[in-house]
């Protein structure tokens, strides 16, 4: 979908309030599209999030709104082999660029610090990939073409957050070949 914002579904998100476990959630920080704020509100019920748009899902251009299995079957180097996410090495016209989606993430995770207590943070495939290179939790190549579990926790540590220059680097040297539309 990228950033288009339709009607947040509900279904499936019965039962996510044990999702955590044990674990109380002090703040929960979530994308402003209304699939997210779901999300949110269904794994820590009674928690109002803190809406970010920082934390959307990258920008698609003219992709955005088009089924997935239509993008599959014109472009299937495009979408990862799993989960039908968009390669985030992919050359899509109109496409958010890859730095620029960094640096969004980045200053959305940045702007956490120093918020006292367990902390929920509900975000799309995207983001969250970029999220956890950015975390020291993933290597950029090791998301490219990887696609999360959907409502599957993982746990980080804000103070690990590197500067997106440093993981752009690797970025721009990359082995060249990759998907272009």
Known sequence: MGQRDPEAIVEGLDGVGGLLGEITPAHVVSSDARRAQATARAVAPGIEP????RLRERAFGPWEGRRKTELQAAHPEVLTPTGGAVRLDADVPGLEPLAAFFHRVHAALRDLDGLDGPLLVVAHNGSLRIA??????????????????????IEADLARLRDPASVLIAAEHR?????QF
């Open 50 to 53: 803190r809406l970010d748009e």
């Open 132 to 153: 956890l290179v950015l975390l020291g939790l993933r290597d950029l190549e090791s998301v490219v073409s990887w696609s999360l579990p959907h409502l599957k926790p």
């Open 175 to 179: 082995a060249p070949g990759r998907p």
